[in-house]
């Protein structure tokens, strides 16, 4: 056994400063950890195409988007996409071009399970994820699954959809045929991507299947079933898979900045409210020492509740059995974030609705340089704020950025796609080595442009350009190309970027 008094003197003999030092405090201030974990990512619906294809069933995506194909603004869907579906080969080699360890990327529900439910299982999707997994393994990528970015099979959406809490169920079984398929090889799980944004498909987003507008209600419920369905999951790897398959599984939380407006206690409290209403709901719960919702959501909606005479609080409240079950139901935190707002104390959104229940209003940084995606602005410090913000709310869970990246109109040059992502992997950087906040790996929204949602093929975020009018889908790597893969493979921002 070594005394301290030897620990102490090694440690000099290695040039480490002092014990207390951490360890971010031995590298340079623009460097990562060498296990840092550095990805790109995609989804299924955004990418694969082959909507009806191999015995795939239809999701909510293709449904919403055959019925309503006005509802992008390109009239657009993802019915072949970027045709990863076959061309997964092509996919490994630009991640692998790209220096990245890791590859993110999600299984389409429907593939796997046509009905959504075990009594179809649809061999030949699960040979094309073992494919994709393989490829990965084989070219030293790791793969980070997501199990569930948005494609919900439309036969559960016949059923009520997220608001059912049958749907934890269903989930929990599809977890199983995951692990029990894959589980093997995938060692990063994600349960469900962005919860916050899966809601909106159930608050009357014109842009988010399933469409249903039930705003101030049918997302709380929504909010109830995915909590279960992501602990269920959770629970069932740890207490049935963890053992021998040894991997970790998370969550990715959509979690963008809000700062106060102006110096006053009431914009103080209105830009924390506007984090609990957005990620303290899915993140608290899970992640926070007490569980359960933030306090601020469930006093807030119980008494706007009251007021307008409804039974019982629109907030499906959970019992303290629930609460014990949720929380601490994670073994990272999964961060997607890409943009912050001035906040302010006041009354937004129709009443019932989300927005009114947390009573924010959002600005919008005039001064910040301004995106494709006119609502999305560059600013860096934002992501920095996050971050911290994360840790201190949630402190010991180690934190994966699971999405960050810029949205143009599809540029070769994209010059403001490199200011962004060298400013915003500075700000973490800064975080890491200067706060000392815990972040494991980074993925880069996107390896490629892809369907982006309500706003069609019109907004891109890839690194890599798809001519979406050339059968082939054909893929180009952008100017912003050479910029990352450096940073990923020499895990160091160059100075010429880091400020
Ligand atoms: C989603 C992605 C989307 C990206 C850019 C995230 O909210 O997870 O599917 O493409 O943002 O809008």
């Not at 005479?309 to 999964?334: H, N, Q």
Request: charged residues 20%.
């Amino acid at each position: 056994m070594t005394s301290p008094g030897h620990t102490l003197s090694l440690l000099v003999i290695l040039g480490v400063g002092t014990l207390a030092a951490p360890e971010s405090s031995s590298r340079a201030l623009n460097q990562l950890p060498a296990d840092f974990i550095f990805g790109a990512g995609t989804a299924s619906y955004q990418v694969e195409g082959a909507w009806n294809e191999d015995g795939k069933g239809e999701n909510i995506y293709d449904h919403w988007l055959h019925n309503n194909p006005n509802l992008t603004v390109d009239g657009s869907n993802g019915d072949v996409a970027c045709d990863s579906y076959h061309k997964y080969e092509t996919d490994i080699q630009l991640a692998k071009n790209l220096s990245v360890s890791a590859y993110r990327f999600s299984i389409s529900w429907s593939r796997i399970l046509p009905t959504g439910d075990t009594n179809v299982v649809n061999q030949k999707g699960i040979d094309y994820y073992n494919n994709l997994i393989n490829g990965l393994l084989e070219n030293d990528i790791e793969p980070l699954v997501t199990m569930f970015h948005f494609d919900l099979p439309q036969k559960l959406q016949d059923i009520g959809g997220w608001p059912n809490p049958r749907l934890v169920d269903y989930f929990v079984e599809y977890a199983r045929i995951l692990y029990d398929n894959f589980g093997d090889r995938v060692k990063w799980w994600q349960t469900i991507n962005e919860p916050s944004s899966v809601i909106m498909g159930y608050s009357g987003s014109p842009a988010l299947a399933p469409g249903i507008d039930s705003s101030g209600v049918g997302d709380y419920m929504a909010v109830y079933t995915l909590l279960k369905a992501h602990a269920a999951a959770y629970r069932l790897y740890d207490e049935q898979y963890r053992a021998t398959q040894q991997g970790k599984v998370g969550i990715a939380l959509n979690i963008m900045w809000y700062e106060p407006a102006t110096n006053s206690t009431a914009d103080i409290a209105a830009a924390d409210r506007k984090l609990q209403f957005y990620a303290g709901i899915f993140g608290h719960p899970i992640f926070s020492a007490e569980g359960d919702y933030p306090e601020v959501v469930k006093q807030r909606v119980a008494n706007n509740s009251r007021a307008d005479g409804y039974a019982r609080s629109r907030l499906v409240e959970f019992t303290p059995d629930e609460v014990e079950y949720i929380r601490g139901t994670a073994d990272f935190v999964g961060v997607n974030h890409y943009t912050s707002f001035p906040a302010s104390d006041g009354q937004s959104g129709s009443n019932p609705s989300m927005d009114y229940d947390a009573g924010v209003t959002l600005g919008a940084f005039t001064d910040y340089p301004v995106s494709a995606a006119l609502w999305f602005r560059n600013i860096p410090w934002g992501f920095r704020k996050t971050l911290n913000w994360v840790n201190q709310q949630y402190p010991g869970y180690p934190i994966f950025v699971l999405e960050n990246g810029w949205p143009d109109s599809g540029e070769m040059e994209d010059q403001g796609r490199i200011d962004y992502y060298t400013a915003y992997l500075s700000e973490m950087v800064k975080a890491m080595n200067e706060d000392g906040v815990d972040v494991i790996g980074y993925v880069a929204w996107s390896l490629m442009d892809n369907f982006e949602w309500g706003t069609g093929f019109t907004i891109r975020y890839g690194i890599h350009h798809v001519d979406f009018d050339d059968p082939d889908r054909k893929r180009t790597p952008k100017a912003s190309f050479a910029v990352l893969e450096e940073i990923f493979r020499t895990k160091t921002i160059p100075e010429q970027y880091f400020r």
